[in-house]
C-alpha cells in the first residue's frame, strides 16, 4: 500500500552481504516502508537486526541489493552520488549513533558547517543560537565535543541535523547511550520539530518505551519487517 | 608474549617496515662509517709507506743503532756491557716491535786503525781506516775483482773492500798491509786486501747504507773479527757499532700505529741516557704525521655523521610514537585489566628488540656496501670506481653497530614509559588536556636560536681562531658543525610555529569566503596543530639538512679545485733547467763587470706537442721586488710576473667574477704599452700607487726595468694576496703580497734571456706531457698538473670521506623525509575515516573532500617544504663560509662562493615532487575506498 502524504517510500529492500565460504548473508529480506510527512516514524529491532542497514539504505548512504528508494517522488537508489550528495546536503539531517560531531569544532561551529554546507542564507549565527537553545545548549555554544557529556554531544547533534530546516531526519539511535530523562528529552524535541516545522523524523531504537510516542512503528527482526 | 608481539607487528606491518628501515639504515651507517675510516686510514697509511719507500729508497720500517766503545774497555764494564747489549736489541728489535724481519745488518768495526803496506810504495806511507766485519756481505754483494774473504791460518786477515775505498784509499789487490796499533800473539796484525765488491742488486734495501759509503773500511769475515777482538774488551782503538734493522712495513696496521710509536720513543728516551749509543728510525715520524691526520679525519668524518644519526633517530622515535598513539587504546584495556607497567614495557622491550635483531641481521652486511659507497665517492653524489677498501668487522664497528641498536631500542621503548602508566581513564583525561608542546612553552625553539646564532657570531668573530686550528692541522671544529646542526632544529621547531600562522593569517583574511571544504580545512589544520608538529619539524629539518649538506659538499669541492686551478694557472706549468754562465765568475777579478747569462732551453718542441692547445711563456719571479712610492730606493718583495698578453688571454682559464670587469680588459689596457705593467691592489691601498705612476721592478738576478702601472688587479692566476703563517706562539700573522705583471716581451728585450715558465693549455688530458718527458728525457725544475692536482685532492681521505658521508647523509635525509611523509599522512587519513564518513554524510562531494585534503597538504607540507628549503638556504650561507675554513689550505685564496649546483636543487624537488604525488595517489585511493556507512560504523566502536 502506498501512502500519498509519504515523504519516503522503500518497497521490496533486500541487502545482501557476500560470505567467506561463498554464501550470502541477508542482513534486509524483502523490507517494504512507508514514512509520512511531518510524522515521527520508529525502526525498532534488536542490536544486529539490520536497523542501520535499513536507515543507510533509506537515506542513500548505502545501495539496497534489491528494491528502490523514492524520496519525495524521486528515485534515490538509482540516482548519482553527486546529487544524492546534494540531496543530502540540503533536504536530509543525520543524527548518527555514533554521535559523530566533529571533534575539531565547538558545539556552534558544529551546528554552523551543517549551515554552510547547505548555503545557508541568512544570520548563520542566529540560527546557530536558535537551534542550541532549542536542545536547551545555549550556554555551551562555544564548547569542544570532548568537554561536552554524551547526551550533552547527541543534543548538539540534533541541532545540527536540523539547523538548516531538512525535511527529513534521520536519527540511529539517538537515545541508545543516553539515560531515560536525556533520552525522553531527545523525543520531545523530535514531536516539538514535528509539530513546529513540520520535520519528517525516522528513528531507529531498541528502546521499547517509545512505542507509543512514533506516529508510525516498524519492528526488524533478522531482517525481516514485523507486523 | 612473543606470539601476541609478533600479531601485533603484523598488524602493523607498513609501519613496521617504516620502523625497519630506519633502523636498518642506522646501523648499516653506524657500522659502515667506522669500517670506513679504519679502512680508509689504513689505506692512507700503507700508501705513506709506499711513498715513502719510492721517494726515500729505504724502507721506513728501519732502525738504526749506533754504539761507541772507547778503547781499552774492561770485561764487565758498563760500557762494554752497553755495546753488546745494542746488538742483542737489534737482534730482538723485530719481535719487540712485532714487525717481520727482512734483514739485520751489523756493522762493527775498529776506527782510527793505521795501515801501511809491507813492502813499502813511494805513493803510500800510511792510512788510517776503519777494521771490521759487516754482516750478510756474501750475499749481498758482488766481487768486482779479486776474491771474497777466506780463513787463513798464517795470521794474515783476508779483507774485501768497496770499489770507491779501493780507489780513494789507493789499495792494491793482494797487497799485505801491517796494522802497527792491533798485535796478534804479540805480532802486529797483518791483513791482506783480496776483493773488491759492490752491490750485487742496486735496488737491493739491505745496503741502506750504499757499498760507496764503505770507503774507509777493510772488511773481514764475522769470524775472523771475534777471534781478533774477542769481547772487544782492551782494544786500543776506539770501536763503533752499526746496526741496521730493516723490517716489513706492510704488515703496519693503523691500530698498532701508537702502539709503535710509543716503542720508538720509549727506544729514543732510552738511548739518550746512555753515553755512547744512539737510537733512529723513520717511521716514528710518519707514524706521528699519520696520527695527526688520524685524529683529524676521524674526528671530521664522525662530526658530520652527527645529523644523520640525530635524524634517524628522530624518525625511529616518531615512527615508534606513531605506533604507540595507534596502540594507546590497546595499551589502556590491557592495563585495566591489571597488566603491570612492566608487562606493557616488556611487550614494547621485546618489539624493539626483535626489530633490532633483525635491523643488526641486515644492517651489518650491508655496513659493508655503506663503506665502498663511501670509499667510491668523488664528489656530491658522484661515484668512481677506485681500488677497493679493505673492509674489516673491527670490535669498534661492532661496538658502534651495538651502541646504534642500544640507542634505537631505547628510541622504541622509552615513549612506551609514559603510556605504560596510563589507564584507560586516565588516557580519557589527558586527551582532552591540549596545550603548546613543552618546548614551545619553554621557548626552546628560540633558545637553540638564540645559542645557534651566537654560535655563528663568535666564529665569525674568531676566524683567524679557524685558520690556526687548519695550521695546525686539527679538523672541523666539532662546536662549529654542531651550532649548523642547531640551528636547522631551531629552524625546524620555529616552523612548528610559523606554519600554523601562516595558515591562520590566510584562513583570517578570507574567513568569510571559505567554501565548507576549505573552512573545514584550515580548522582542521590550526586545530590539530599538536599533531602535526612531527611532520612539520621533520620536513623541514630533512629538507634543511639535505640542502646544508648539497651545499658545502659542493662548496667545499669547488672552492678546493677552483684553489687549485687558480694557484696553478694553466693545466701544466713546467720549466725546464737553466744553463748559466755562473761558473765563469769564479774566481773572476772582482774589478771586472760580472753578466749573467742564460742558455734558454729549445722552446719550440713544445709548441709541436700535439695535445697542447695553447702554449705561451710567462716569467713568474717569486723572488722579485720592487719599489715603494714613498721612498723609490726602499724595495719591497713582490711576484713578477711576465706574460704575452694574448696568448696568456687564451692559455689560462680565469675565473673572472674575481675582477670587477672580465680579466680580457686587463689584458687588452696593458697589451698597447711595452712598458705598462698590472700591479696589485694591495699596493694601491698600502703603498699608496696611483695608475700612472711608474713603478721599477727587480728580477731575483737583480735584473731592473720600469714600468707605468695600468691597473690594479685584486687577483692574478697563480697569484696569492695573502699569507697567513702560524706563529711560534700560537698567534697568526696575515701578510700581504704584492704583484706586478709586465710583458714578457719588455722584459726580455731588457733584460736577455731569463729563465721562464711554460703554461698549457691542454687539449684533453695532460697524459702527453709525461709522454713527451719520457721520450726526450727532458727534466724540470718545476712541474705542476691541474688535474692530477685534483685527481690527489678527490683521492683525500678527509674530502672522499667527507664527500661520502654528505652524499649519504643527503639521501638518508630524503629518503626518511619521504617515508616519514608517507607515513604521517597515510595514518593522518586513517585515522579519520569516521570524521571524512560525517562529512560525506552531511553533504560533502568527494571533490569537496579532496580539496580539503590538498588544501591541508599545501598548508602543512608545502609551507613545511617551502620552509625547510629556505632554512636550508639559510643555513647554507650562514655556516658554509666556517665549516669551509677546516677543509680549505692554509690561505682562502679566493673569495669563497656558496656552489648550489642546480642539480642537487632538481634532484631534492623530483623527490619531494614523487613523494607529494605519491602520497595523493596514495591519499586518493584511500579516500575513494571509504563507504560512508561503514565509515560510520567505524564510530560505533
Redesign the interface.
Known amino acids: 500500500m502506498i501512502i500519498k502524504e509519504a515523504i519516503l517510500s522503500a518497497q521490496h529492500i533486500t541487502k545482501a552481504y557476500p560470505l567467506p565460504d561463498g554464501g550470502k548473508l541477508l542482513a534486509l529480506n524483502d523490507v517494504s516502508v512507508e514514512v509520512p510527512r511531518g510524522k515521527l516514524t520508529i525502526l525498532k529491532g534488536r542490536s544486529g537486526s539490520g536497523k542501520t542497514t535499513l536507515m543507510n539504505i533509506l537515506c542513500g548512504l548505502d545501495q539496497p541489493t534489491e528494491g528502490t528508494v523514492e524520496m519525495d517522488g524521486k528515485e534515490i537508489t538509482e540516482m548519482a552520488d553527486l546529487d544524492l550528495t546534494r540531496l543530502r546536503r540540503k533536504d536530509i539531517g543525520f543524527v548518527f549513533q555514533s554521535v559523530a560531531l566533529i571533534p575539531i569544532m565547538t558545539a556552534a561551529e558544529n551546528v554552523e558547517y551543517a549551515l554552510r554546507l547547505a548555503s545557508w542564507q541568512g544570520d548563520r549565527q542566529a540560527r546557530v543560537k536558535e537551534c542550541l537553545e532549542m536542545v536547551g545548549l545555549g550556554k555551551r555554544m562555544s564548547h569542544l565535543p570532548n568537554e561536552m557529556s554524551g547526551g550533552e554531544q547527541q543534543r548538539v547533534a540534533i541541532a545540527r541535523a536540523i539547523a538548516h530546516g531538512p525535511k527529513l531526519v534521520f536519527a540511529d539511535e539517538p537515545t541508545g547511550e543516553l539515560d531515560t530523562n536525556t533520552a525522553l528529552q531527545v523525543v520531545k524535541i523530535f514531536k516539538e520539530l514535528n509539530r513546529t516545522q513540520g520535520v519528517t523524523i525516522l528513528m531507529t531504537t531498541h528502546d521499547k518505551g517509545f512505542m507509543e510516542i512514533g506516529d508510525r512503528v516498524y519492528s526488524l527482526e533478522n531482517g525481516v519487517l514485523q507486523e | 608474549m612473543l606470539r601476541f608481539v609478533l600479531r601485533k607487528m603484523l598488524h602493523k606491518k607498513w609501519l613496521m617496515a617504516a620502523l625497519l628501515i630506519g633502523n636498518i639504515l642506522l646501523i648499516a651507517i653506524a657500522a659502515g662509517s667506522p669500517m670506513y675510516t679504519d679502512a680508509a686510514l689504513q689505506r692512507m697509511l700503507s700508501d705513506t709507506m709506499t711513498d715513502y719507500v719510492v721517494q726515500n729508497g729505504r724502507y721506513p720500517t728501519t732502525v738504526y743503532l749506533l754504539s761507541t766503545l772507547n778503547p781499552n774497555a774492561r770485561t764487565g764494564s758498563a760500557a762494554l756491557n752497553a755495546f753488546w747489549e745494542e746488538d742483542a736489541l737489534a737482534a730482538r728489535l723485530p719481535e719487540q716491535l712485532g714487525l717481520p724481519s727482512r734483514w739485520l745488518v751489523r756493522n762493527i768495526f775498529l776506527s782510527d786503525a793505521t795501515i801501511r803496506p809491507e813492502e813499502t810504495r813511494s805513493n803510500f806511507r800510511s792510512k788510517t781506516v776503519r777494521l771490521g766485519f759487516l754482516s750478510g756481505l756474501d750475499e749481498h754483494a758482488e766481487i768486482v775483482s779479486g776474491r771474497l774473504y777466506q780463513e787463513r791460518q798464517d795470521g794474515v786477515v783476508e779483507v774485501v773492500v768497496s770499489q770507491k775505498a779501493f780507489i780513494s784509499m789507493n789499495l792494491m789487490l793482494g797487497e799485505t798491509y801491517t796494522v802497527d796499533s792491533m798485535t796478534v800473539e804479540g805480532k802486529p796484525l797483518r791483513v791482506q786486501v783480496v776483493g773488491t765488491f759492490e752491490a750485487a742488486d742496486s735496488g737491493d734495501h739491505y745496503w741502506y747504507k750504499a757499498p760507496n759509503a764503505y770507503a774507509d773500511q777493510l772488511l773481514m769475515s764475522e769470524n775472523a773479527f771475534a777471534a781478533l777482538t774477542g769481547d772487544l774488551s782492551g782494544q786500543p782503538c776506539k770501536v763503533m757499532g752499526l746496526w741496521f734493522v730493516i723490517m716489513d712495513y706492510e704488515g703496519i696496521s693503523i691500530d698498532r700505529a701508537q702502539e709503535l710509536y710509543d716503542v720508538s720513543q720509549a727506544l729514543r728516551a732510552q738511548h739518550k741516557q746512555v753515553i755512547g749509543v744512539s737510537y733512529n728510525d723513520y717511521f716514528a715520524d710518519i707514524l706521528e704525521a699519520y696520527m695527526r691526520q688520524e685524529t683529524k679525519i676521524t674526528v671530521t668524518l664522525r662530526i658530520l655523521q652527527v645529523p644523520i644519526y640525530a635524524l634517524l633517530v628522530a624518525f625511529i622515535f616518531m615512527v615508534a610514537g606513531q605506533i604507540l598513539s595507534m596502540e594507546q587504546s590497546e595499551i589502556s584495556v590491557i592495563k585495566s585489566r591489571g597488566a603491570g607497567k612492566h608487562q606493557i614495557l616488556g611487550i614494547y622491550l621485546v618489539q624493539s628488540l626483535l626489530v633490532a635483531a633483525v635491523s643488526l641481521a641486515v644492517g651489518l652486511p650491508l655496513a659493508a656496501l655503506v663503506c665502498q659507497v663511501l670509499g667510491s665517492a668523488n664528489a656530491f653524489l658522484e661515484f668512481v670506481s677506485r681500488r677497493a677498501l679493505a673492509v674489516r668487522y673491527t670490535g669498534t664497528v661492532l661496538l658502534y653497530a651495538l651502541g646504534a641498536a642500544v640507542l634505537s631500542i631505547a628510541a622504541m621503548v622509552l615513549p612506551a614509559l609514559r603510556y605504560a602508566k596510563l589507564t584507560i581513564v586516565a588516557q580519557k583525561q589527558k586527551?582532552?588536556k591540549s596545550g603548546a608542546p613543552w618546548f614551545q612553552r619553554f621557548f626552546v625553539d628560540f633558545l637553540l636560536l638564540a645559542v645557534s646564532l651566537y654560535a655563528l657570531y663568535s666564529f665569525n668573530a674568531q676566524k683567524a681562531d679557524l685558520a690556526r686550528r687548519v695550521l695546525e692541522g686539527q679538523g672541523l671544529d666539532p662546536l662549529l658543525f654542531l651550532a649548523s646542526s642547531l640551528f636547522i632544529v631551531s629552524l625546524g621547531l620555529l616552523a612548528l610555529r610559523i606554519v600554523p600562522a601562516v595558515s591562520w593569517l590566510v584562513y583570517t583574511i578570507g574567513k568569510k569566503h571559505w567554501s565548507?571544504a576549505l573552512?573545514?580545512s584550515f580548522?582542521?589544520v590550526l586545530?590539530?596543530r599538536s599533531q602535526q608538529g612531527y611532520i612539520v619539524a621533520f620536513l623541514v629539518i630533512t629538507l634543511a639538512i639535505g640542502i646544508f649538506n648539497a651545499q658545502t659538499a659542493r662548496t667545499v669541492n669547488t672552492a678546493e679545485e677552483e684553489r687549485i686551478a687558480y694557484m696553478s694557472g694553466a693545466d701544466i706549468v713546467l720549466q725546464e733547467s737553466w744553463m748559466d754562465n755562473r761558473a765563469e765568475s769564479v774566481g773572476l777579478n772582482p774589478s771586472l763587470t760580472f753578466k749573467l747569462h742564460y742558455f734558454e732551453p729549445d722552446f719550440g718542441k713544445y709548441l709541436a706537442l700535439d695535445g697542447a692547445e695553447v702554449v705561451t711563456k710567462v716569467i713568474r719571479d717569486s723572488e722579485a721586488s720592487c719599489n715603494t712610492k714613498q721612498d723609490t730606493t726602499a724595495y719591497v718583495n713582490c711576484l713578477l710576473m711576465g706574460i704575452n698578453t694574448r696568448e696568456f688571454g687564451q692559455c689560462v682559464d680565469f675565473k673572472t667574477e674575481l675582477l670587477p670587469v672580465h680579466w680580457y680588459e686587463y689584458l687588452n689596457a696593458m697589451a698597447p704599452d711595452p712598458t705598462a705593467v698590472l700591479v696589485s691592489m694591495n699596493m694601491h691601498t698600502q703603498l699608496g700607487y696611483e695608475l700612472g705612476d711608474t713603478i721599477t721592478y727587480r728580477s731575483r738576478d737583480g735584473f731592473t726595468a720600469q714600468g707605468v702601472i695600468c691597473g690594479f688587479v685584486d687577483y692574478w692566476p697563480s697569484y696569492n694576496p695573502k699569507t697567513t703563517i702560524l706563529n711560534e706562539d700560537g698567534t697568526t700573522t696575515e701578510m700581504s703580497n704584492y704583484l706586478v705583471v709586465g710583458h714578457f716581451g719588455y722584459m726580455m728585450s731588457v733584460w736577455d734571456a731569463v729563465p721562464y715558465q711554460i703554461w698549457i693549455k691542454a687539449k684533453g688530458s695532460t697524459s702527453f706531457i709525461y709522454d713527451f718527458a719520457m721520450r726526450s728525457f727532458t727534466y724540470f725544475t718545476y712541474f705542476s698538473d691541474t688535474s692530477a692536482q685534483l685527481v690527489e685532492l678527490k683521492n683525500d681521505p678527509i674530502f672522499q670521506g667527507t664527500n661520502g658521508i654528505l652524499t649519504l647523509c643527503f639521501v638518508v635525509a630524503l629518503t626518511l623525509c619521504a617515508v616519514g611523509f608517507l607515513i604521517y599522512w597515510i595514518l593522518s587519513i586513517r585515522s579519520r575515516t569516521?570524521?571524512l564518513?560525517?562529512?560525506?554524510?552531511?553533504?560533502?562531494?568527494?571533490r569537496e573532500i579532496i580539496g580539503m585534503l590538498v588544501n591541508e597538504q599545501v598548508f602543512i607540507s608545502l609551507v613545511s617544504i617551502a620552509l625547510g628549503v629556505g632554512a636550508g638556504l639559510l643555513t647554507s650561507r650562514l655556516y658554509i663560509p666556517l665549516v669551509q675554513i677546516a677543509y680549505a689550505s692554509a690561505d682562502t685564496v679566493i673569495p669563497l662562493e656558496i656552489v648550489a649546483a642546480g642539480s642537487d636543487m632538481a634532484r631534492l624537488l623530483i623527490v619531494v615532487a614523487v613523494m607529494v604525488a605519491i602520497c595523493m595517489a596514495v591519499l586518493g585511493v584511500l579516500i575513494s575506498r571509504i563507504?560512508?556507512?561503514q565509515a560510520?560504523?567505524?564510530?560505533?566502536d
Open positions: 586527551k582532552r565548507p573552512y573545514s580548522l582542521w586545530r590539530t569516521l570524521l564518513g560525517i562529512f560525506r554524510a552531511m553533504g560533502m562531494t568527494m563507504r560512508i556507512s560510520l560504523k567505524l564510530g560505533e
